[in-house]
C-alpha cells in the first residue's frame, strides 16, 4: 500500500504544471551580444539590451524558458539552419534576400539606417559626396548590402568587420572615414559616448525597403511556420498588454516600433 501511495503522489507530482513546465523545451534563441543598446554585456559579462528584453518578455508571454545562444552576426543564419538554435532575436532585417534562406516573424522593431562622420560634414548627395572615402559596415548586414551595391559603384571604398563596436574602433582611430549602420545603434552605442565625442550623424535617413526590409523581425528555420506565428502572436500580445512598452521605455524616449 506504501508503494501504491508514493506511485499515486509521484504520479500527480509529474502532471502538476510546474512539473509539465520543467520538462517543456527551453526556446533556443541565438544573438549577437554586441550591438548595443539592443544587445550587450554587463561588466559582469551578462547579456542584457532591448533585444534580450523582449525575447524575455516574449517568452513569458508563450510559457516557455529562453536559453541565449551567442554567435557573431554573420554566423546566425548558418548556425540556425544546423539547429544550433530555434530562432534570432537579434536585431535582423525582415528582407526578401533573406527570406530565401529564413522565415520570419512580424516585426518588433524598426529605425532607420544612418552614416556617422566626423562633425560638421557635410552630405548633400551621397553617391558623389562619399567618393574616395572608406566606409566600414558589419559583413553580412543590410548595411554591408547596401554600401556594396549602392556606394561602392560611386566610388566608395567599402571595409567589413565582424562586429559593428569593431567599425566605431576604426572610425575613431582615423582608419574609416564613415559608417553605415542602424541610427540607434550609432547614436546609443558611439555618438552618446567618451568614444564618440567629435562624430555626428551625416547625410539623409536610408530607408529603401529593398535593402533595409520592413522592419526587424524574428527568424526562424524555413518552414517552421508553427514558431514563427507563437511568435507573431506573442509580439502582438505583448503590444497589447503593455510589456512591450515597458521593454521600450527602459531604452528609448521614442516609439522604436515604427510606423
Same mark, same amino acid.
Given at each position: 500500500?506504501?508503494? /501504491?501511495? @508514493?506511485?499515486?503522489? /509521484?504520479? &500527480?507530482? @509529474?502532471?502538476?504544471?510546474?512539473?509539465?513546465?520543467?520538462?517543456?523545451?527551453?526556446?533556443?534563441?541565438?544573438?549577437?551580444?554586441?550591438?548595443?543598446?539592443?544587445?550587450?554585456?554587463?561588466?559582469?559579462?551578462?547579456?542584457?539590451?532591448?533585444?534580450?528584453?523582449?525575447? *524575455?518578455?516574449?517568452?513569458?508571454? *508563450?510559457? !516557455?524558458?529562453?536559453?541565449?545562444?551567442?554567435?557573431?552576426?554573420?554566423?546566425?543564419?548558418? #548556425?540556425?539552419?544546423?539547429?544550433?538554435?530555434?530562432?534570432?532575436?537579434?536585431? *535582423?532585417?525582415?528582407?526578401?534576400?533573406?527570406?530565401?534562406?529564413?522565415?520570419?516573424?512580424?516585426?518588433?522593431?524598426?529605425?532607420?539606417?544612418? /552614416?556617422? *562622420?566626423?562633425?560638421?560634414?557635410?552630405?548633400?548627395?551621397?553617391?558623389?559626396? /562619399?567618393?574616395?572615402?572608406?566606409?566600414? !559596415?558589419?559583413?553580412?548586414? !543590410?548595411?554591408?548590402?547596401?554600401?556594396?551595391? &549602392?556606394? #561602392?559603384?560611386?566610388?566608395?571604398?567599402?571595409?567589413?568587420?565582424?562586429?559593428?563596436?569593431?567599425?566605431?574602433?576604426? @572610425?575613431?582611430?582615423?582608419?574609416?572615414?564613415?559608417?553605415?549602420?542602424?541610427?540607434?545603434?550609432?547614436?546609443?552605442?558611439? @555618438?552618446?559616448?567618451? #568614444?564618440? +565625442?567629435?562624430?555626428?550623424?551625416?547625410?539623409?535617413?536610408?530607408?529603401?525597403?529593398?535593402?533595409?526590409?520592413?522592419?526587424?523581425?524574428?527568424?526562424?528555420?524555413?518552414?517552421?511556420?508553427?514558431?514563427?506565428?507563437?511568435?507573431? #502572436?506573442?509580439?502582438?500580445?505583448?503590444?497589447?498588454?503593455?510589456?512591450?512598452?515597458?521593454?521600450?521605455? +527602459?531604452?528609448?524616449?521614442?516609439? !522604436?516600433?515604427?510606423?
Amino acid at each position: 500500500m506504501k508503494k /501504491l501511495a @508514493l506511485l499515486g503522489a /509521484l504520479a &500527480v507530482s @509529474l502532471l502538476s504544471p510546474l512539473a509539465m513546465a520543467d520538462d517543456a523545451k527551453p526556446l533556443r534563441i541565438g544573438i549577437e551580444a554586441a550591438y548595443p543598446p539592443f544587445a550587450f554585456k554587463t561588466p559582469d559579462d551578462k547579456i542584457t539590451g532591448f533585444d534580450y528584453d523582449i525575447g *524575455m518578455a516574449l517568452c513569458e508571454e *508563450m510559457k !516557455v524558458q529562453c536559453k541565449w545562444i551567442e554567435q557573431e552576426f554573420d554566423g546566425l543564419i548558418p #548556425a540556425l539552419k544546423v539547429r544550433k538554435f530555434d530562432a534570432i532575436l537579434s536585431s *535582423m532585417s525582415i528582407t526578401d534576400d533573406r527570406k530565401k534562406s529564413v522565415d520570419f516573424t512580424g516585426k518588433y522593431y524598426s529605425t532607420p539606417a544612418k /552614416l556617422a *562622420m566626423k562633425a560638421g560634414t557635410v552630405i548633400n548627395d551621397p553617391l558623389s559626396d /562619399l567618393k574616395g572615402k572608406k566606409i566600414g !559596415v558589419q559583413r553580412s548586414s !543590410v548595411y554591408d548590402r547596401y554600401a556594396t551595391e &549602392v556606394f #561602392a559603384p560611386a566610388g566608395a571604398e567599402i571595409v567589413r568587420y565582424s562586429s559593428q563596436n569593431e567599425v566605431f574602433l576604426d @572610425l575613431t582611430s582615423g582608419r574609416l572615414d564613415a559608417t553605415l549602420a542602424d541610427s540607434v545603434n550609432i547614436d546609443d552605442g558611439f @555618438l552618446k559616448t567618451d #568614444a564618440g +565625442k567629435g562624430f555626428a550623424f551625416a547625410g539623409p535617413d536610408f530607408t529603401e525597403e529593398k535593402y533595409f526590409g520592413e522592419g526587424q523581425g524574428i527568424a526562424v528555420r524555413k518552414g517552421d511556420k508553427a514558431l514563427a506565428d507563437k511568435i507573431s #502572436a506573442a509580439i502582438l500580445a505583448i503590444r497589447a498588454n503593455g510589456k512591450y512598452k515597458q521593454v521600450q521605455d +527602459k531604452y528609448f524616449a521614442f516609439d !522604436v516600433y515604427g510606423k
